[in-house]
Structure formats: structure tokens, C-alpha cells
């Protein structure tokens, strides 16, 4: 069964740093790409940001383009989303997401966590 | 950036009664286009890729068509667990972007 579980979600200042975790079982992680999707409360979804397989590529949505960092760990299965000059924007929850086999829709999604920034 | 425009943003509807819903896009996507639902408190859940394929385990009384910038989600005949919000979303260019929602509720 795949199982996507993050962690790391909090409470915020504005212009702070934050890293998500998303613990990835259940499928070979280090053969797909992953992401990361977000919702800000009451709001649709948006996404953020996503990784290729092997790492190599790595792909942001223009409001957080310099702002975070993906990447990913295959010895742990673990993705990563390093989240720094945080604005209260970017409160939301955010969903760890796989891609299906090679084309970029998301099979399936973790129960998210929640993010907030705020002073 | 390509803008998806969900329509309409909410539809009433009774169960048994058929559901659509649309999905236009700012610039032609060809056929490279998904649906997902979202309950309350849960995450999305993946209904149609490739703006026409049921992903695994969808009831076959959900079907998508359309190409190029239009889109229909059909539902044939809403059950209870149908009502919920539903999402378009395209991968033909980067950004991946998704629509705004609409949200299917009981009349």
C-alpha cells in the first residue's frame, strides 16, 4: 500500500524557515518523481513544486522560485521541501503528492500539514 | 502560465440526477488534462488523466472528454459520496496549474 506521511508543519514568523519531510512507502520511491501541493485555508489547490526520479530535475512555482528548496533522500525515502522567507502567503496545507508513472498527475497525495505563518 | 476556468463554481444537484462539469483552458492543452475530488478534510483523490482515462479504481460512472481548451467531467448519476469539490488540472506546460474548483452539493 502507498503510504505518504509528512511532517514538519508549524507555527511561523514571517521571514522564517521551515523544512517539510514526507515519508514515502508502500513503491519503489527512488524510480518516481514527487511533489508538493498546497492549500491555503478555505482555497483550491496550488501547486508548488516537484522532482524528477532521480533528483536531477527540479521545477517551482514562480511564488516560491528562490524561496524553497526540493530534494529528496533515497536511502531514507524521504522527500524534502525547505521552505525560507516565509510570508504569511504561503500558510496553507501542504500535500506531499507522487506522480503517476511518467506523466505529471498526482496518484496519490499524503494527509498534509499544516503550515502557518504568522507573528 | 496557463489559467484554467472551472464552471460553474457551484452546481446543485439531487442524487441519481447527472452531473457536469467544466473545465476551460487559456491556451490549448491537447488531451493533457485531470480531474481529482476532494471531500472535506481529505486529500484529493485522482478520478481522470489524459483528460478521458479513469484512474484506478473510479466508478465507471465518472468520464471525462474533451480536447485542446475544453473539458467536461461527467458523473451519470450521483450517489451520496459524490458531493464534494472537484479540480481540473493540466501538466501540458510548466507551471502545472490547477482550476479554481467547483463544488458539486446536495439540492
Known amino acids: 500500500e502507498v503510504q505518504l506521511l509528512e511532517s514538519g508543519g508549524g507555527l511561523v514568523q514571517p521571514g522564517g524557515s521551515l523544512r517539510l519531510s514526507c515519508a514515502a512507502s508502500?513503491?519503489?520511491?527512488?524510480?518516481?518523481?514527487m511533489g508538493w501541493v498546497r492549500q491555503a485555508p478555505g482555497k483550491g489547490l496550488q501547486w508548488v513544486s516537484a522532482?524528477?526520479?532521480?533528483?536531477?530535475?527540479?521545477y517551482f512555482a514562480d511564488s516560491v522560485k528562490g524561496r524553497f528548496t526540493i530534494s529528496r533522500d533515497i536511502s531514507k525515502n524521504t522527500l524534502y521541501l525547505q521552505m525560507d522567507s516565509l510570508r504569511a502567503e504561503d500558510t496553507a496545507v501542504y500535500y506531499c503528492?507522487?506522480?503517476?508513472?511518467?506523466?505529471?498527475?498526482?496518484?496519490?497525495w499524503g494527509q498534509g500539514t499544516l503550515v502557518t505563518v504568522s507573528s | 502560465e496557463i489559467l484554467l476556468t472551472q464552471s460553474p463554481a457551484t452546481l446543485s444537484l439531487s442524487p441519481g440526477e447527472r452531473a457536469t462539469l467544466s473545465c476551460r483552458a487559456s491556451q490549448t492543452i491537447g488531451t493533457n488534462l485531470a480531474w481529482y475530488q476532494q471531500k472535506p478534510g481529505q486529500a484529493p483523490r485522482l478520478l481522470i488523466y489524459?483528460?478521458?482515462n479513469r484512474a484506478t479504481g473510479i466508478p465507471t460512472t465518472f468520464s471525462g472528454s474533451g480536447s485542446g481548451t475544453d473539458f467536461t467531467l461527467s458523473i451519470s448519476s450521483l450517489e451520496p459520496e459524490d458531493f464534494a469539490v472537484y479540480y481540473c488540472?493540466?501538466?501540458?506546460?510548466?507551471?502545472?496549474?490547477f482550476g479554481q474548483g467547483t463544488r458539486l452539493e446536495i439540492k
Open positions: 489524459n483528460a478521458s
Open positions: 488540472q493540466q501538466r501540458a506546460r510548466w507551471p502545472i496549474t
Open positions: 503528492v507522487k506522480r503517476t508513472d511518467s506523466i505529471w498527475y498526482f496518484d496519490y
Open positions: 522532482i524528477s526520479d532521480s533528483g536531477g530535475s527540479t
Open positions: 508502500g513503491f519503489s520511491f527512488s524510480s518516481n518523481a
